[in-house]
């Protein structure tokens, strides 16, 4: 796509403005876009919503300062193919390709550099938002900074971002990877706390760090090394490639102690199989990934036929059909003070039993209101995607609402893509209801975004 500059950009919030003009005053705002990455049931609609098909792409890069201007609506996979050519990436770069700057920041993105960095709203330095009164303000922490801090977590309830200015850092352009294996997440969670507050392991830099448990007794983390050459210990052989052949990442990690990637395929390493979820479409078969084109194993083609299934009920039906119980949706990222995710684990494991959990490290550095964790505080991200058979209790979402109950009694927090069940009062206990309240009466004083407990928990 290459650089738009400033004009195209001056064009892009002209059309968003034209597209809000046209919405009726007495209509509730909502973005006219055809994509997400979203969980949550969305109300179908007629009514025009904002134009942002015009917001993508990187405005600017500065490659001294170590900043970029971006869309909000740019995609991670457009910025860091721009990036790259400079040896640039991100503070942060969630794992999915089609995840958006603005999407990562209204909602929360994660990877493994955030046991460093945090989350990607912390790298921005400034932003442009279009608000509910139809304007654009631009925040930072010393302008605006109610709206620059309520901002994250908040999921266009607040504004949409047009404009983003984050920081970048410089990367070789090799990773070398390290598999360990944990038997007891006792020992498991003292690595994790051990290298977030050194950096290193062994005596060996960590600069992105992240793991899976793939049953009881059987955890990984993986310790990721920025290099310059494009070899690996022991052996002298070149980088590994899953990026659309038969090899598939994840299964990698059982099989390896040591591995090589570029940095482009480190970053894009969960998306090809949508971290394991491509499971669900045959696409880890071997006999059907031959076939499977590379350019459609990706995570955004899995979305669409995940769109599919549950447009027709096709997974609905098979089950039926086999007189299987009916599937709950157990699709969450959670956070969890890293002294008890062992003891989130054996739980999850017991109660759930949905394998495997994506663990991902991370700490805060200062504190965000809609999503309040103790900056320096270290907590391990589990996400886990996927279905559980419980039958006619479905309806009433007992996996998730226990999931719900127990990250709360460990003092966690969870993150709001996906269903949440939380009543008023506990849903604004956890996320500052009062402070998000506040900051919308300034900034959309005419109510016309839909609130957060509205996009997130309430039922329709």
């Given amino acids: 796509m290459g650089l738009i500059g400033t004009t195209a950009h001056a064009a892009a919030v002209d059309r968003l403005r034209a597209s809000y003009a046209a919405i009726a005053p007495d209509q509730r705002v909502r973005l006219a876009k055809r994509t997400t990455n979203l969980f949550r049931q969305r109300d179908a609609s007629s009514a025009p919503g904002l134009d942002v098909a015009w917001l993508a792409g990187v405005i600017s890069l500065d490659t001294e300062a170590l900043t ?15 990036t790259l050519k400079y040896g640039l990436i991100p503070y942060v770069v969630p794992q ?36 509910g009164s139809g304007e654009v303000v631009t925040c930072s922490p010393e302008q605006n900074s109610d709206l620059y801090l309520t901002f994250p977590n908040s999921y266009g309830s ?15 352009p090799y990773v070398a990877l ?27 830099r960590v600069d992105g760090l992240d793991g899976v ?69 045959g696409a880890q078969n071997p006999r059907i990934r031959r076939f499977w084109p590379k350019r459609y194993r990706r995570s955004d083609v899995y979305m669409k036929l995940l769109g599919l299934d549950r447009r027709f009920g096709i997974a609905d039906r098979l089950d039926q059909r086999a007189g299987r119980p009916l599937r709950e949706r157990v699709i969450q990222d959670v956070e969890v003070p890293v002294e008890r ?68 009694e460990l003092d966690g927090h969870k993150s709001l893509y996906s269903d949440s069940f939380y009543d008023r009062a506990t849903f604004d206990a956890l996320y500052d209801g009062a402070n998000l309240a506040a900051v919308k009466r300034r ?18």
């Fill in 341 to 408: 995710i062992g003891e989130f684990l054996d739980w999850f494991d017991e109660e759930i039993g949905m394998r495997p959990v994506w663990l991902c490290p991370l700490r805060a550095t200062r504190s965000w209101s809609s999503y309040p964790l103790e900056p320096g505080r270290t907590y391990v991200n589990a996400g886990f995607w996927g279905t559980v058979h419980v039958g006619p209790e479905r309806v009433d979402a007992p996996r998730n609402r226990a999931i719900e109950a127990k990250v709360h």
């Fill in 68 to 82: 970029a201007d971006v869309q909000g609506m740019c995609t991670y996979e457009d910025l860091v193919a721009e």
């Fill in 178 to 204: 390290r598999h360990v294996r944990f038997h007891e997440t006792d020992k498991l969670a003292s690595a994790i706390a051990e290298i977030a507050e050194s950096g290193s392991w062994q005596g060996v």
């Fill in 158 to 172: 607040l504004g949409y971002a047009t404009r983003l200015r984050i920081r970048l850092e410089k990367v070789p």
């Fill in 96 to 131: 999915l390709r089609t995840i958006t700057l603005g999407g990562a920041v209204t909602g929360l993105g994660i990877e493994s550099t955030s046991f460093r960095n945090g989350l990607p709203h912390e790298s921005v330095v400034e932003m442009d938002v279009f608000t």
């Fill in 213 to 281: 448990a793939f049953q009881p007794g059987e955890y990984y983390l993986t310790l990721a090394t920025w290099q310059d050459t494009a070899t690996q210990e022991p052996s002298d052989s070149g980088p590994s490639d899953y990026s659309g052949g038969q090899q598939i990442y994840f299964r990698s990690i059982q099989r390896r102690e040591t591995d090589l990637l570029t940095m482009h395929d480190y970053l894009w390493r969960w998306d090809t199989d949508w971290f394991w979820c491509s499971g669900a479409f």
């Fill in 443 to 460: 900034y959309d004083p005419d109510d016309r975004f839909t609130s957060l407990y509205e996009k997130a928990a309430q039922r329709r």
